[in-house]
């Protein structure tokens, strides 16, 4: 084994293998092991351009004193008979002699170390495990490899981030995930841990994160390199903004995304839309956006409105826009080979194409395939088509829908992109999904960019993207499993987060016990990033089905207005609507904040309060920005609600005005109209 040492660098060569260790910004470091002949170019998120740092190195001889120390064995299992010491301001990366990595801070304490099970100085006397730390397996046949990296396990951790999974739990401790996109999953492989660092795995490829009390295991199932990011911070707030730093921050929300947002499945035609919008302003309600939902279109893929249903979308823009409304319109990556644009595209290679077998990815109301969204040609392509026929109307604003992509199957291995196999960058599709959106908006001027889309991948951020948490079900669990998946997606570093208010699937507007649902969990979206309504809403209207062209048309679910759901409840949301507007100058600096520093909008209590160690704990409520913490009344029929507060200040609940000191859990009313949120010490906000 040779090390080599240069200020911005330093390089291990061992037979075939090579790693670099690399500054890679403030207090964070870039580690990356190949086993060809030169290392693999691709940054994949690890694009932006960090603050330039030089590594300290430090050479230390073996200690001869030490009792363990024997030159016969020294000389037969130890490669270099040196440690080196690397430093970059908090984070230092000590590789032992035979070239294993352990990472501390600033103090001396253990972040973390790479998990080896070889001979060495403790257990030579042993019969050796043979399991490295860093382990890429060369596939059969081809230039790829099986990655596998393992770090040790630390009792008591927690881990948080990670991005978006439909489960109950915050900390993801114990937990096995995989790294690849679905419907409500969203794979975003950066994690904040209790011992103060961040850990980013940047490698797109279809795999696990494995959590594990033994060990720590990534793999990859096909890749060219290891490559991850590590950073130490004092805070949670810290880490978030070193690792933003070298991905990229969002921008700043436009103020049409502050306010209220309307949606259903589905406004069939203009004039039902623009029915919905007149009434809600008639009544004196604020709405800020309002959805052009899915199948608007005649057939998937041609990129624009069906002139039946639609027939004038520019002058419905204009109307819009004089009531203070902006126009959101559903784009999805799906073409129908029947679509006007497919013989183009598949010409142009522009379409994801499979290895083997029929070229279908999706059968649902036509016959469908995605289009390439990391192909350059085919992002420019995607955005003139909107650009044509959205764009020149007054539409700014996309709903990306069906960004993961949507595979029915999910058979990564049998799918092939611009930018390599599916298995190898797969995790990168909404990415560039997001990036057609935003670099053609961009060439027309536009300054204020948002898209909303089903699922991101570290480095969206930076492209505008408001992720929202997929087809999730009508339920309190589901509800509840939303909470975490909010939190964990804002740690990973995308700031603008949403979910369907009431959920997507199976809610039935004339159900009480879905009405309570729907009102406590939209006192929780008033609360969020993005205060969005939407659901399928059963039963769906009896309707013969209905083909233009001979092509069917989708219809719809019930009435998802906030007048919906009787006059009662329609008086709550009212009144959460209101609180929203109240807040938007505090959201507003929220959001500031999120694009200047990376701090999450929404985020579990320790970002805010990491010295109290029982806030690491608290996985049912969260701050909302620096001042309010919020608490969603997730189980039916609740009248009240324990909630923990943070110690370090008082705390005043917003309902009832009374004053509690911190770092002690109280009992709160928490009637249908209310969800308990508490002010922090110093600080005035009218909410209630």
């Known amino acids: 084994m040779a090390v080599m040492a240069e200020k911005s660098r330093v390089t291990i060569i ?6 670099w260790i690399e500054p890679w910004g403030r207090d964070s470091l870039r580690i990356r092991m190949t086993k060809e002949a030169h290392m693999d170019p691709n940054d994949w998120a690890l694009t932006e351009e960090v603050e330039a740092c030089e590594l300290e190195i430090l050479e230390e001889e073996l200690d001869t004193t030490d009792p363990w120390y024997q030159p016969e064995e020294w000389t037969k299992y130890h490669q270099t008979g040196k440690q080196y010491t690397l430093r970059n301001g908090k984070i230092t990366c000590v590789i032992n002699t035979e070239g294993w990595l352990s990472f501390y801070n600033q103090k001396g304490e253990l972040l973390t170390k790479e998990y080896w099970r070889n001979r060495n100085r403790i257990n030579r006397y042993c019969v050796p495990l043979r399991i490295d730390a860093r382990e890429l397996k060369p596939i059969p046949g081809t230039s790829d490899y099986e990655l596998t990296a393992r770090f040790e396990a630390f009792e008591g951790e927690k881990i948080f981030g990670m991005g978006q999974y ?19 999953q969203a794979s975003v492989p950066f994690l904040i841990s209790s011992r103060g660092y961040g850990f980013f795995w940047n490698n797109p490829a279809i795999g696990t994160a494995t959590f ?20 130490a911070g004092d805070t949670p707030f810290a880490i978030e903004e070193n690792y933003s730093a070298a991905t990229g921050r969002t921008p700043m929300m436009p103020e049409y995304g502050l306010g209220y947002w ?8 203009q004039e039902e839309l623009l029915a919905v919008a007149r009434e809600h302003k008639r009544r004196g309600l604020p709405m800020d956006a309002i959805v052009v939902d899915f199948f608007h279109w005649t ?36 073409i129908d080979e029947q679509s006007c644009n497919f013989g183009k595209m598949a010409e142009q290679g522009y379409l994801v194409a499979p290895d083997r077998g029929q070229p279908h990815h999706m059968t649902w109301m036509g016959n469908t395939v995605f289009y390439d969204a990391t192909h350059p040609g085919a992002q420019k392509f995607v955005w003139e088509e909107c650009k044509k026929n959205y764009y020149k109307y007054g539409i700014r604003c996309f709903w ?14 049998n799918y092939r992109y611009y930018a390599g196999p599916a298995l190898q960058c797969s995790n990168v599709y909404p990415v560039g999904y997001a990036k057609g959106f935003y670099d053609g908006l961009k060439a027309e001027g536009e300054t204020q960019i948002l898209s909303l889309v089903r699922c991101a991948w570290a480095g969206s951020q930076k492209y505008g993207v408001l992720t929202w948490s997929g087809d999730i079900y009508s339920s309190f669990q589901s509800m509840r499993e939303q909470l975490q998946a909010g939190l964990n997606m804002c740690v990973a570093g995308i700031p603008w987060w949403t979910s369907d208010i009431g959920g997507f699937l199976g809610g039935d507007i004339s159900d009480p016990a879905f009405k309570e649902l729907l009102v406590r969990w939209f006192a929780f979206g008033a609360f969020c990033p993005v205060f969005r309504m939407h659901g399928e809403r059963s039963p769906w209207y009896e309707r013969e089905q209905e083909f233009i062209n001979g092509v069917r048309q989708l219809t719809s679910g019930q009435d998802n207005e906030v007048w919906s759901f009787g006059e009662e409840n329609y008086e709550i949301l009212t009144k959460y609507l209101f609180i929203r507007e109240r807040l938007l ?14 701090a999450p909008v929404m985020r579990p209590l320790f970002f805010d309060f990491s010295e109290d160690k029982e806030a690491w704990n608290v996985e049912d409520a969260y701050m909302f920005g620096p001042d309010l913490l919020v608490a969603p009344v997730m189980e ?36 249908l109209d209310i969800i308990p949120v508490f002010v922090r010490e110093g600080k005035e906000y009218s909410i209630y």
């Open 299 to 334: 057939r998937q893929g041609e990129f624009r409105f069906e002139p039946r249903d639609w027939p004038d979308p520019e002058a419905m823009v204009k109307e819009l826009k004089a009531l203070g409304i902006e126009t959101v319109v559903s784009v999805w990556p799906t």
């Open 585 to 598: 100058p505090y959201i507003r600096e929220c959001m500031r904040q999120a694009s200047e520093t990376g």
């Open 14 to 19: 061992d037979g075939k293998s090579t790693l």
């Open 400 to 413: 990306l829908d069906e960004a993961e992509p949507e595979y029915g199957p999910y058979d990564f291995d």
């Open 166 to 184: 439909q489960e109950k739990n915050l900390d993801k401790k114990g937990a096995c995930l995989e790294l690849a996109h679905r419907n409500s």
């Open 212 to 231: 594990a009390t033994n060990k720590t295991e990534w793999y990859a199932r096909s890749t060219k390199k290891l490559d991850y990011f590590i950073t």
């Open 262 to 269: 309307q949606c259903k499945l589905r406004y069939r035609t």
């Open 636 to 671: 039916a029929g609740a009248i009240e609600r324990e909630v923990y507060l943070p110690d370090g200040c008082s705390w005043t609940d917003a309902n009832t005005k009374q004053v509690y000191e911190g770092g002690q859990r109280v009992t709160v009313p928490a009637p």
